[in-house]
């Protein structure tokens, strides 16, 4: 671990060094501890012609969106508030065929990034959809959307979707150390399949900890640091969406944004206060509590409830005791070689 290098950069360093025109871009989470402010930096830095995908999208969608930088979406749900009629900046892209998305199921989206995390081209997924319009209606995926192939064992028609595999993965977790090692607990979904699918992840965290608080409770670790490109600190970095052990969802900036975003002029100056506005996360933070007061943030703080520890403890961390011999045989290595040497049972 001394070997690895530090991974902590801010939101725009690192947005500015992974996020590029025309890249696929997952957004990590699942309807909870949403990347916002990472979100709010791809907006503000003006990337062009993305491909996002994203399970569940609300405010992050919305704000891509309406911020004119995606082209194409593959999601299970968007939140259109107000549907056909009410718009949003979703609907009204689609509308004017700005924007192409292709819908999955939720099962079928997640195959698709299982498939990639475990480097599969293709998955099989339940036949059902055949029937659906989910089936019969595509976009920019065309035939790539669906594939029937036969079971080599059964010779069934199967259904299959193929594998995702984006450029960069943006992901909000509770707590990293500096060399990337993202911890992550609560309502899981798709949040390790989206990271580990992907060619690069940013990671934003609520704290960055030391080593050793990660190594204490490995079970939380989601996103291990040899796949992590970068790490970010950002207190607040889900708001308004809730982060468990951290803060609840914020109602009111929720309210505020579904009031807007049915129409293009309110959405745009929404954004331009709350987003183009406020240089990072900080700045959000202090324009909120300017304008509203604390009162609203300090009442969704969560109240501490912790689980009971987990022992990882051992007799011993090592085969090789401290004289260097081993535990069982009682030789050292060099005996143990020579051993096997003579047995003719050492391959050099």
């Known amino acids: ?91 009204r892209a689609l509308q004017a065929r700005t924007l192409q998305m292709e819908d999955y199921t939720n099962f079928q ?99 960055i900890v030391e080593h050793d ?5 490995p079970h939380l670790t989601m996103i291990p640091s040899y796949r992590v490109d970068a790490v970010v600190e950002i207190p607040w970095g889900a708001s308004p969406t809730e982060v468990i052990g951290y803060y609840n969802l914020d109602r009111f900036m929720f309210t505020l944004f579904a009031k807007a975003c049915g129409d293009a002029g309110a959405m745009r100056a929404w954004m331009d206060e709350w987003v183009f506005g406020c240089k990072d996360r900080d700045a959000y933070i202090d324009h909120y509590a300017r304008k509203f007061g604390s009162g609203t943030l300090n009442s969704i703080r969560a109240k501490a409830f912790y689980s009971a520890p987990a022992s990882y403890g051992a007799a011993f961390t090592s085969i090789w005791d401290g004289d260097g011999r081993e535990r069982n045989m009682g030789v050292t290595m060099e005996e143990f070689e020579r051993y096997l040497k003579e047995k003719g049972a050492l391959y050099e």
């Open 109 to 207: 989206y997640n195959a698709r990034l299982v498939a990639g995390m475990h480097g599969f081209t293709f998955i099989p997924v339940l036949e059902g959809a055949i029937d659906t319009d989910l089936f019969r209606i595509r976009t920019f995926m065309g035939d790539d959307k669906y594939r029937i192939i036969s079971c080599p064992y059964t010779g069934k028609e199967i259904l299959t979707v193929p594998a995702a595999n984006p450029d960069v993965c943006i992901v909000h977790v509770q707590r990293a150390d500096k060399y990337g090692n993202a911890q992550y607990w609560g309502a899981l979904g798709s949040v390790a399949a989206a990271a580990l699918s992907s060619k690069r992840i940013i990671v934003s965290c609520e704290e």
């Open 1 to 91: 671990m001394s070997e690895e290098q530090s991974k902590v950069m801010s939101a725009k360093e690192a947005v500015g060094k992974y996020v590029y025109d025309g890249c696929s871009l997952i957004l990590g989470n699942y309807t909870v501890a949403a990347a916002m402010a990472l979100v709010y930096e791809v907006a503000r830095q003006q990337r062009k012609d993305l491909t996002v995908y994203s399970q569940s999208g609300v405010i992050d969608v919305e704000v891509l969106v309406a911020s004119g930088c995606v082209d194409r979406l593959v999601s299970t749900y968007v939140y259109r508030g107000g549907g056909r009629a009410g718009g949003s900046a979703v609907e």
């Open 213 to 217: 608080v990660i190594k204490s409770s």
